[in-house]
């Protein structure tokens, strides 16, 4: 599940969505793909915490 939301989310048409754009300084790629692996990692975590009990 969370290899396919990865795969979605990091895929080629939605990173070029992002040329071009500043925000906050930075270009916007840049937060974005933050932003995605900051969740994927959240979840990972969240879904082992779930599980090891």
């Given at each position: ?11 080629w ?32 975590y ?8």
């Amino acid at each position: 599940m969370l290899f396919f939301l990865g795969w979605v989310l990091l895929n080629w048409p939605l990173l070029s969505l992002t040329n071009d754009i500043i925000l906050l300084g930075m270009p916007a790629i840049l937060i974005y793909v933050s932003a995605v692996w900051l969740i994927l990692i959240l979840l990972m975590y969240l879904f082992d915490r779930g599980s090891s009990d």
